[in-house]
Each structure stands twice: as C-alpha cells, then as structure tokens.
C-alpha cells in the first residue's frame, strides 16, 4: 500500500470511529432525557432477581396485558385499550422485561417460557389471581407459555395478531447479529437509533396499515424509551429468537384446552395471518376466531371496541 492510500485509510477509519463516538455519546444522552422526561407510570415487583415495571387500575376479575416487541405499557395506554377495560376490571399491564422501565439481566436467555414464568410470579406477589391474559404480537408467544406451564394460574386467552408457526424470517438474521454481546452493543448504542429515527415513520405506516397512524400516536408514545440501546438490545434478541420460539411452542399447541379467542386482521402487512393466526384457529376447533376484514396488526388501536368485546365476551365461558 502506498503512503498516500495509508493515509486515505487512515483518515477514513478516523472520520468512522469519531463518527461512532458522537452516535455513543448521542445516545447516550438521548437515554438519559427520555428516561428524565418520562418517569415510571406504574409500579414495580421483584421477582427472581429482574424488577418488573407494571401499571394497574381498576377493580374485579384481573386481566394482563402483555405487549409485543419493542414496544412498552404506554401502547395500551395510548390506544385506549387498558382504560376501556378497567371501567369494569382489574387491569395489570406488564413492561416486558427490558422493556420500559422493567430490567433484564445480561448473560441469561430470555424466551417465551421464562418472561412467562415471571410474570406469573409477579402476579401471585400481587395477588392477581386466574386472570385473562392478553397478549398482543410478540406479546402472544408469552401468553402461550403461561397458558402451557401454569395452566393452574390463568382463567383464558386473547390472542391478537400473533405469530405462531416458524417462517422463513430474514430480519430475525439480522436481528440476532445486533442482539449478540460486542457487535450487537456496538450497533444498539450506535447506528441502531440513528436509524430507527430515520425508518421509524415508514415502519409505523407499515404496522398500522391499511389504516392510517391515528392522530397523536407518535406524541404520546415515548419514543425516547423505545430508541435506548438497552431496549433496542432486548427488542432485536427477541426478535432473533421468535422462529426457534414458534417452533418450539407450537408442537404443544394440542395442550391448549383453556378458554381462548384468536383475533387477527387480514390485511396485517407485519404477519402474514393466513398462514398464523388463522392456521391456529383452524387447529383448535374450541377456540373462538375474529377474522377483521380490512384490518392491519395494530387492532388494540384501531379496533378497540371489538377487542374489548372480545375480552369480555370470553370472561362469560370461564
């Protein structure tokens, strides 16, 4: 290599790295105001070591809402969901862990089954007792768990725009290279939100399509929460994980003999649910199916009112 391509390198590994730094430091502070400006909204509960963040309101028969990947409680919250379901019961909506304001350890797996095993704790600390559970997207993989592993604690199942059965899901590579120890930290503290800012209104068109984002939903959310590296982290190795989860949950789906209602949009661009939610009604003949024509994944939003009648319909056969 000649001096003058040595230099070129040089001055090219130099203008990278300052660039990384000032993405570090970016983000950092990024973190830092959004976790200032947006404090906990709820209470927490220690269980097995990880500190879970959760809001409650209402009185009567509990019923847990689980949120799916990256997302947080706010998203019940602002879609009108958990209010609307707290008129006449108790709600407890958990922040998955290292999600929002909840804690997850690093050096441990974190699957389905284990975010279940933790919620369940936490609802006996609290004394929610046999509730509905309620799981949304991602969120449906843990309500499974917990339907599968303490079948004696839930009283019946929601399900909404889940996913089931492995796919071919080549953002689930991708996903499990950002999650991985050293390059996964260094794309989560650095590239990741900068460009998660950048497609992030493209990937809210996608998720609410066919209907439009409502009006307000990009101001209510936090965003900030939702872009620090240590939920970008948890979002993206759960994300690498859901394929290998579907798989191995779904050879026991024959279990499910509990109270349950399927719920799915045929026109969600984010899962394709013809071969999901769809596949999974048709497998248990005694569970209830709500096919929403021209609906997309995000039906806690746009559909409140049928997902609530949904709910409440499904308290009326446990």
Known sequence: MTRTKQSRAFLWGGGIATALAASYAFNRWSAARAEAQTPPPGNFV??????????????????VLIHGSGSLVQDFIVSGLFDAL??????????RPGYGWSTRPRGEDWPPERQADLMVAACAEIGADMPIVVGHSWGTLPAIAWALDHPGTIAGLVLISGYYYPTPRPDAVLTGIAALPVIGDLLTHTILP????????????MIFSPDAVPEGFTDAMP???????????ATNADSGEMPIAAARLAARYPELTLPMTIIWGDGDKLVGQEGQSQRLAESLPHASALGMANAGHMLHHIQTEEVVSAVTNLMLRV
């Open 46 to 63: 220690t269980v097995d070591g990880v500190r879970l963040h959760y809001v409650e309101r209402g009185t009567g028969t509990p019923i």
């Open 86 to 95: 707290a008129e006449n019961h108790r709600v407890i909506a958990f922040d």
């Open 194 to 205: 900068l460009q998660m800012r950048i497609t992030g209104p493209l990937g809210l068109k």
């Open 223 to 233: 965003t900030g929460l939702m872009l620090r590296p240590s939920q970008l982290h």
